[in-house]
């Protein structure tokens, strides 16, 4: 059974910086493509980045330039490094998972985390 455990997410100010941590337990994580999804209040949950299993990155406009990912398999865990936070990215934050290549659809990914909060005071 593959498990997802998000950490990191906390009430900040507009500026601020966070990272949040997804560790993964169970199956074979080298070979995961690691997607971090948000949802805020009253929204859609939404792609924000994905890494692929080789490590290629891709993250949303209105992220880029402020977020990064990466990742680190000898810890099983992929990180999302948030700068410059804005009160509009406040939103539960998820982590997922699937095999091999990234995608941006969340029906593509097999496992998820149960989300940290990242709140965003201006």
């Known amino acids: 059974q593959v498990q997802l455990v998000e950490s990191g997410g906390e009430l900040v100010q507009a500026g601020d910086s966070l990272r949040l941590s997804c560790k993964v ?16 209040p009253g ?25 990064a ?5 000898a810890k099983n865990t ?11 990215d406040t939103a539960v934050y998820y982590c997922a998972s699937k ?8 029906r593509k990914y097999d496992y998820w985390g149960q989300g940290t909060q990242v709140t965003v005071s201006s």
């Open 43 to 67: 929204k859609e949950r939404e792609f924000v980045g994905g890494i692929s299993w080789v490590g290629d990155t891709n993250l949303v406009d209105s992220v880029k330039g402020r977020f």
């Open 25 to 40: 337990s169970g199956g074979s994580f080298p070979i995961y493509a690691m997607g971090w999804f948000r949802q805020a």
């Open 69 to 73: 990912i990466s990742r680190d398999n």
């Open 99 to 106: 095999q091999f290549g990234g995608a941006t659809l969340m």
């Open 78 to 88: 992929v990180y999302l490094q948030m700068n410059s936070l804005k009160p509009e």
